[in-house]
C-alpha cells in the first residue's frame, strides 16, 4: 500500500517538473532529438544558466540523461526511466517543436557535435 502513494507522489513530482513550459517543450524537443545547453540558449533565448537549471531539474528527476561528446555535453530523454511512458504517453497529445531546431539551422546556430 505504501508503494502507490510514493508512485503518486513521484507522478505528482514528475507532471509538476513538466508543469513548466519551457521543460515541457524541452522535454517534446528531447523526444525527437538530442540536444546541448548551447542549442537550447539559441531555441529559447535566456541564460545558459537559467537553461542549465531546467535541464538539472530534468536530469535530477530521471527524465534527461547526458553523454559526453568530446567538448560537449548532449542531452537526450531517458527512455529507460520507469516514468518514460507517462512522459511519451502525454507527449503524444503535443505538437512537434521540430520547427524549433530548424529555425536554429536558418540561424546558422545548429551544433555539430560530431
Known sequence: MEKSVVEIERTASILKLLGDKTRLTMVKMLDTND??????????????????QHVRKLKDAGLVQETRRGQWIIYS???????????????????????????????GLRISCD
Open 35 to 52: 540536444y546541448c545547453v548551447c542549442e537550447f540558449v539559441g531555441i529559447f533565448k535566456i541564460s545558459q544558466p537559467a537553461i542549465s
Open 77 to 107: 530523454l531517458n527512455k529507460d526511466n520507469d516514468y518514460y511512458p507517462l512522459v511519451h504517453s502525454l507527449l503524444q497529445h503535443l505538437p512537434s517543436q521540430d520547427f524549433k531546431l530548424q529555425e536554429l539551422e536558418e540561424q
